[in-house]
């Protein structure tokens, strides 16, 4: 059966109706639903009735799940190691207080692309809807494609040779977590193009985001400062949209071709449990020790 699918913006986002998640996916529904993913950058699924067992089946269609790291004196929500919590709940179910945590989640509300300070790169991310406030609490998404196309022939020959070094916890910096930039340097970073080609579509994108820290080819405030004009010329009204989610809704984007960013809500008063998967880029190999779990050991936080 074909799928109905709605574009948001004319060539970013669609909403994706006509298949039921909880059930097994036929191969030419996979196919078109990863052709409209390619298409779109971010589809979403409504009142999907998945449960995390069901989350984490259909996260399987588009390829290998990356695997939660485990933090320091912090007991995880969920059993299955593939949920990213990206809720402001405890592991006992209570509003998060914890000030360094909160200021730690707070880096998610910068415009940002999932896990793109390591090296292997994460390509889709898909968040499930558990619960969800009353007001706030969207997420915002940024079309890294038409941004690229958009920008100035001038500006697309100085940055088409270079790469950005992307850090977690420069992110948590900006956020406000306290942290120095000598800390900073002494944990791991990755660094990657700041243009590539999104194999899925063949469309150049910008790479950047809140975790990208400098531009090693350039002198450190230049690249700064070119980094947040990219940010700013590709997360302008026409490349933007956001989705109020209601429980059960699930969203899938592309880290490869656009940015996110959370939405405010009062995150001591209501509470939001966002469940999330994470698929590597490609044909990823199938790490045993997932390089989350290494970043954080090498970082002292696991
Ligand atoms: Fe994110």
Redo the contacts with the bound molecule.
């Keep these: 059966m074909p799928l109905t699918i709605k574009p948001i913006l004319p060539r970013f986002g669609a909403e994706i109706s006509g298949v039921d998640l909880t059930a097994p996916i036929p191969p030419d529904v996979r196919d078109e639903i990863i052709a409209a993913q390619d298409k779109y950058g971010v589809t979403v699924y409504r009142n999907t009735g998945l449960d995390d067992e069901g989350h984490i089946a259909f996260s399987r269609i588009f390829g290998h799940l990356e695997t939660a790291p485990r933090i320091k004196d912090r007991r995880p929500r969920h059993a299955h190691p593939e949920l990213f919590d990206a809720g402001n709940l405890d592991a006992e179910g209570n509003i998060i207080q914890d000030e360094l945590i909160r200021l730690h989640k707070k880096g ?1 509300r910068l415009w ?1 692309t ?1 896990s793109s300070f390591i090296a292997l790169r994460s390509a889709y ?1 898909l968040l499930l809807a558990h619960e969800v406030p009353p007001e706030g609490g969207e997420t915002w998404f940024a079309d890294t494609r038409s941004a690229y196309e958009e920008l100035p022939q001038a500006m697309k020959d100085r940055i088409g040779n270079l790469t950005a070094e992307h850090s977690l916890w420069w992110s948590r910096k900006m956020a406000g977590f306290p942290l120095s930039e000598e800390e900073i340097s002494t944990r791991p970073s990755a660094r990657h193009p700041l243009v590539h080609v999104h194999s899925g579509s063949g469309r150049k994108a910008l790479y950047v985001a809140a975790h990208a820290r400098s531009i090693p080819e350039l002198p450190t405030e230049e690249g700064r400062a070119l980094l947040a004009e990219l940010i700013a010329f590709a997360t302008q009204p026409r490349f933007v949209f956001s989705v109020k989610y209601g429980v059960g809704d699930l969203v899938v984007w592309d880290n490869l071709c656009s940015m ?1 960013r959370g939405g405010n809500f009062d995150e001591l008063a209501y509470r939001r449990d966002m469940r999330r998967t994470t698929v590597r880029e490609g044909a990823a190999p199938l790490v045993k020790d997932d390089p989350f779990g290494e970043l954080f050991r090498a970082s002292g936080v696991a």
């Design positions: 998610d940002h999932d991310s996110h």
